[in-house]
């Protein structure tokens, strides 16, 4: 399984930013995607994941902000971040779990400026 992240980039406070990720190889139908990140200094953390039939469970930093969605099809997840704040600066990494085996891309940087 491999998973190819993009998106990332640099953007002032209160902008917006799509990741996208797809994922290949040999896939589970049944799976979760989703998204984690790490800030300098502190260790990775759920942002969001969405399951095959599109269940969603989101970090409380991010809820009402960030919106996160798949493409079954394209074995392909997106992130829709809104109203970025500085703290949101981080390396996000893309994640598959297939019957709690975990993959992961390999990171796309998001820097928030104020």
């Known amino acids: 399984v491999q998973l190819q992240a993009s998106g990332g980039g640099l953007v002032q406070a209160g902008g917006s930013l799509r990741l996208s990720c797809a994922a290949s190889?040999?896939?589970?139908?049944?799976?979760?995607m989703g998204w984690y990140r790490q800030a300098p200094g502190k260790q990775r953390e759920l942002v969001a994941t969405?399951?095959?039939?599109?269940?969603?469970n989101y970090a409380d930093s991010v809820k009402g902000r960030f919106t996160i969605s798949r493409d079954n099809s394209k074995n392909t997840v997106y992130l829709q971040m809104n109203s970025l704040k500085p703290d949101d600066t981080a390396v996000y990494y893309c994640n598959l779990e297939i019957l709690r085996t975990h993959y992961w891309g390999q990171g796309t940087q998001v820097t928030v400026s104020s």
């Open positions: 190889g040999s896939i589970f139908s049944i799976n979760v």
């Open positions: 969405i399951t095959t039939g599109g269940s969603t």
